[in-house]
């Protein structure tokens, strides 16, 4: 059987050509969750 789990640093060390930074990589990610959850209207926003 296959795994279908790719951890975080093999996606940034291996699946872009070239190779982004470990920094670089989880900005991207942090932007695509947040859109994501701004188009299924299940953002959080913080009180003050």
Do not use: C, G, H, T
């Not at 790719?6 to 940034?12: C, E, L, S």
């Amino acid at each position: 059987m296959k795994e279908d789990y790719v951890f975080d640093y093999v996606v940034f060390n291996q699946k872009f050509d070239p190779p982004i930074s470990e920094s670089k990589y989880y900005k991207i990610k942090w932007r695509a969750f947040y859109k994501l959850a701004l188009i299924l209207n299940i953002q959080v926003v913080k009180e003050k």
